[in-house]
């Protein structure tokens, strides 16, 4: 890469970095916040919970949350994927059906294991 690329790079860095403290020291300087008691309760359909909120979650759901990450960064991947692909060919194809591959053999196993299943 040549370093014009990298000054580049780091300007639009310090640009995103300058823009949100801006609107960090906006919202401090327009809101006034109050300490009130209750604030901080978990709160759900007018009525406060007894419990702790995270033992409300059942670990079903992290299965469902790795599944949607591993297909979220399939997604990620794909872009840049996308933008070589002309240039590198079959190659860059047959990389990405590895890919595409082990994620659905993934899915396969999951669902095979019954992962997938309501409960």
């Not at 109050?34 to 309760?41: C, Q, T, Y």
Request: net charge positive; hydrophobic share 50%; with cysteine.
């Amino acid at each position: 890469m040549n370093m014009q690329e990298y000054i580049i790079l780091f300007l639009i860095l310090f640009f995103t970095v300058a823009f949100i403290g801006c609107l960090y020291l906006a919202k401090k300087a327009m809101v006034k916040t109050k300490n009130e008691p209750g604030k901080n309760i978990p709160f759900e359909s007018g009525h406060l919970h007894k419990k702790p909120v995270w033992g409300r979650y059942h670990i079903h759901y992290y299965g469902y949350a790795l599944l949607f990450l591993a297909f979220d960064m399939e997604m990620a991947y794909m872009y840049p994927w996308a933008v070589v692909y002309k240039k590198l060919g079959i190659a860059a194809l047959l990389d990405m059906g590895v890919f595409l591959l082990i994620l659905f053999l993934g899915l396969l196993y999951t669902w095979s294991q019954g992962g997938l299943r309501r409960q």
